[in-house]
């Protein structure tokens, strides 16, 4: 249709409009003859309606625009200052609204002349948020100081509200909801579409922070921008480890956003692979030669006689120790393995196969402090009360890769968090795009 709709509401100024309107118009007769609508959505709050009826406004509407499309909306507003109420109250006639405009491909222009600061403020923000696609603000002359109406696409407060929400959601971690309410806002929309860089770096981010390494990697090593402020680190041939540490580093963000029960659940699950992980690179033949894993499958499966062929000792330590613990169930090693043979493998082959007894009492004493994590962890699935959590956990987490590290050979800083420098370049191009 392409035809032009003007919103607004009915102020106290226009209700004062005489016949005498040619020589001193009201605001809502100034934007009619300047915008030059096929439609007008008009709202009258409470407190106009009798008024509304006997003022010369609907005479005055008619003289200038005889075929102007007019809907009224008596809006039961009791209190044009509550901008809540008022908000609450124009938002299905606004989702209407919009869709007219939008689905006509016509033109809106919302009055930001008439009525109360407030309501003039909660139009704004229709406009803002898109709430209004496909529509400006209106201003009215102001005799004092301009004699001409005014149009405006807002993108300064476009620009202020685009801003701090996602500095916002930057704070939070929340990447994915920046790149939701990038495919969700037209404006934001817009502005993302003008920079490549971001868009990537955003989605480097969202896959590392959901674990999807593979994926982040990928957008690593294409991404000139990324390639020089990021490493792919590779210890490990099946990247184990590298998961680990992947991992670790979303676990201050998590405590930072108070999501503690989602911290509990990674560090228990990062301390029972690093077990394995040991396990698997200290014995001589690794976790095959005692144990058996089904096909697509990353639970091991003990055998009793792969363990007496390979490590006689290690089966005699381990009848050992499960005595020594008092265990209630009898030690069976033919079946999956659990953490608590896991662990006491974990200790044979710190014992017996690191040259280095200072590193090995190191592995042991981190693992063992975060034996409580799988308490809480496992009460997780019983309880909706936030988790009990102990900032200890991260210390003897953090000690337990490094040493790891040593046994590698390799350095990784884990104080420097890779997600401070992602939100540190996203700020820095959230500011170039709708800043600078």
Known sequence: MNERVLISFLGGHDLNCDENFEQNPCPLIQMINNVKPKHLYLFITYEYMERYKNSFIQNNINKIAPDLK???IFIDIINPTDTNEINSKISPYIKDINNFIVLNKNQGFVNLTSGTPQIISVLTLNIIIDKLQKTHGAYAPNPKFDSKYRVENLNFFKNSFGYETIKTLIENYD???????????????????????????????????????????EILENNALLKEKFEIVKIDENNTFNYCIERFFTINPLIKTNQLAQAVIWIAIIRETLINYINNILLPNGMESIA?????????????EKIKNNYDDLYEFLMKEWDKNKCKNTLDLNRELNQAVAKLIFKYSCE????????????????????EVVKVRNNLAHTICPPKFNKNWINHLKNLINNILILNR???????????????????????????
Not at 416 to 428: A, H, S
């Open 410 to 436: 390799c350095e990784i800083n884990l104080n420097e968090n890779p997600y401070d420098r992602i939100n540190n370049l996203l700020q820095e191009k959230i500011s170039e795009i709708f800043v600078n």
């Open 352 to 371: 017996n196969f690191i040259e280095d007894k200072n590193i090995s009492r190191k592995l042991q004493s981190s693992m063992f402090g975060l034996e």
């Open 292 to 304: 058996g894993k089904e096909e697509d499958s990353s639970v091991y499966y003990l055998n009793e």
């Open 70 to 72: 007019i809907n009224e």
């Open 175 to 217: 990447y994915s909801g920046i790149i939701s309410l990038s495919q969700k806002d037209n404006y934001i929309k817009s502005k993302f579409q003008m920079d490549k860089d971001i868009n990537e770096i955003l989605e480097f981010a969202h896959n590392k922070f959901i674990s999807d390494f593979k994926k982040a990697n």
